[in-house]
């Protein structure tokens, strides 16, 4: 087993069976293994740039992810850890700032209509939406990356 950062994820094809439709992709990992990964959603956060991936390997590049432990994590020998991973039975989670934005753009939209409510009056609700979002992403963004 080996664990490593991942340093690129590039979507490559789709193949729909009995069990569902699964997403392939070619991804790149910081300590130079390059292989494929077949999963369940288009873009799964777990295999995001930036997430830590337990995983086995066989000759042909096909990659295996296999769950992490903090036991498997510190004893990968290669110190790799990944504040932003939540370990659970059979999954692991990386949170992503971009996994905030519907999140930004919800509770934005709450905000002005609650404004709205009040009696304010915008040029334009679509930018003022915008602009609220994208200032509680700012804020999002720099918490999950400090």
């Known amino acids: 087993m080996k664990t490593s950062k991942i340093i690129s994820c590039v979507f490559t094809n789709q ?15 910081e300590n130079g293994d390059t292989g494929s990964i077949g999963c369940k959603e288009q873009m799964p956060t777990k295999i995001a740039v930036g997430a830590v991936l337990s995983y086995e390997m ?20 290669n110190g790799v850890t990944n504040p932003n991973v939540v370990t659970g039975a059979k999954k692991n989670y990386a949170k992503q700032p971009a996994d905030f934005l519907g999140y930004a753009y919800g509770y934005s939209k709450d905000l002005v209509v609650a404004r709205i409510a009040k009696g304010e009056e915008f040029k334009d609700v679509a930018d003022e939406v915008v602009c609220v979002a ?13």
């Open 58 to 77: 066989d000759s042909s590049g096909k990659i295996k992810q296999v769950p992490i432990t903090p036991a498997a994590v510190n004893s990968s020998g």
């Open 134 to 146: 994208r200032a509680i992403y700012k804020a999002m963004k720099e918490d999950l990356l400090t």
């Open 15 to 29: 193949s729909v069976t009995a069990h569902g439709t699964f997403y392939y992709h070619k991804i790149s990992f």
